[in-house]
């Protein structure tokens, strides 16, 4: 690897790592003033008395350089804590009753938080955020890994390992959607900016209804567009590894793929969802009543089965949405009776 980066211009190790611009300014050079040359040939620009003049030698700054490459690249790997299971142990229902279950969330598996409206699936996606330690209205407690988590997991921004998708998606700053990737790509330190950036545009486009471009400032995207985004952002790039998504069904985006796209990134997804197809998409389920978890449900094989029928309900009543608004006339033929 060193021979191949030394043979690389400034340009190209700096589209790669931004962050190796901190190395470089330590030392008084600016990158955009030497970026057509390759790393080895800065022994001659600026040259041995340059690097003698700070105190150092050519051979000592490429030394650093490779020890700052190695020393960012083990700080990429910890942020984030990367987790395997939570457990959320029984708390109490509205009126005051113990729940009856303990649940396990693991790695790769999806659970779905069903139950009416009101009854309190938001209250345990918010327990769950919270890492609640009996000090929230349902006296549950979260662990993390077994155990309970430590103030730093409960508190602090940096690093958070769960990230929640709420129902609504606001956009403060008025950044376009590339710079609004680029930005949140720089931040988690990673290689191959362009090619991530890409890479998360391309899959919210496939997951929103309607395309949206790289250039629309993201305060203009509707609903389903900035939720498609921040699902494909979440997937591909945040570090979090528990992904809490409230209602994904009326968001404008393809729930199912939203869904695999997720899933296939090894986190740990919960869903409150009234959507059979994701509710059977899902590895089990939660059953909310009265503010307490009154059921735990594992998806049958059965119920399995019948994924693939209600899916084609499903893409049936989506097109015919669709053709409603779009003021078409509405395809009844192949609906079944
Ligand atoms: N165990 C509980 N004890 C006390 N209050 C609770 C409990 N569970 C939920 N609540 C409260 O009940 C209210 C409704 O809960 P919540 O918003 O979570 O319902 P929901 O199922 O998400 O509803 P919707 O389907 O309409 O989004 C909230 O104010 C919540 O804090």
Known sequence: MRTTLLNMTIDKLVEMMPWIKDYFSSF????????NLKLEEL???????????????????????FMFIEQIK???????????????LPGRN???????????????????????????????????????????PTGRRILVEGRSPSDEERFSTEGRFIAQLSQNMNFVMDLSVEDFLTLHAESRMVDEINHIVQKIYDTANVLAGEPFSRETPVTQLSGGQSRALMIADTAL???????????????????????????????????????????????QRIVIKNGGIS???????????????????????????????????????????
């Open 28 to 35: 008084g050079i600016e990158p955009a003033e030497i970026g």
């Open 74 to 88: 083990a700080l990429q790997q910890d942020s984030g804590f990367s987790i395997n299971s939570l457990t959320i």
């Open 237 to 283: 790039l945040s570090p979090a590894s528990v992904v809490l998504i409230d209602e994904i069904e009326n968001a404008g985006v393809d729930k199912v793929k939203s869904l695999e796209l997720l899933v296939s990134n090894n986190k740990i997804v919960l869903i409150s969802t009234h959507d059979p197809l994701l509710a059977l998409s899902a590895d």
């Open 295 to 337: 059921k735990l449900l594992k998806t049958t094989d059965d119920e399995k089965k019948h994924l693939a029928g209600l899916e084609k309900i499903d893409r049936k009543i989506t097109l015919m949405r669709d053709q409603l608004r779009t003021g078409e006339e509405i395809d009844l033929s192949d609906l079944l009776m």
């Open 43 to 65: 022994g001659s620009t600026p040259g041995e008395d340059y690097f003698t003049e700070k105190g150092t030698s050519f051979h000592d700054f490429i030394d650093g350089f």
């Open 94 to 136: 509205k009126n005051g009753e113990k729940e009856a279950f303990l649940v396990e969330l693991k790695k790769g598996k999806v659970t779905a938080i069903v139950g009416p409206t009101g009854s309190g699936k938001s209250r345990l996606l918010g327990d769950i955020e919270s890492l609640a330690q009996e000090d929230t």
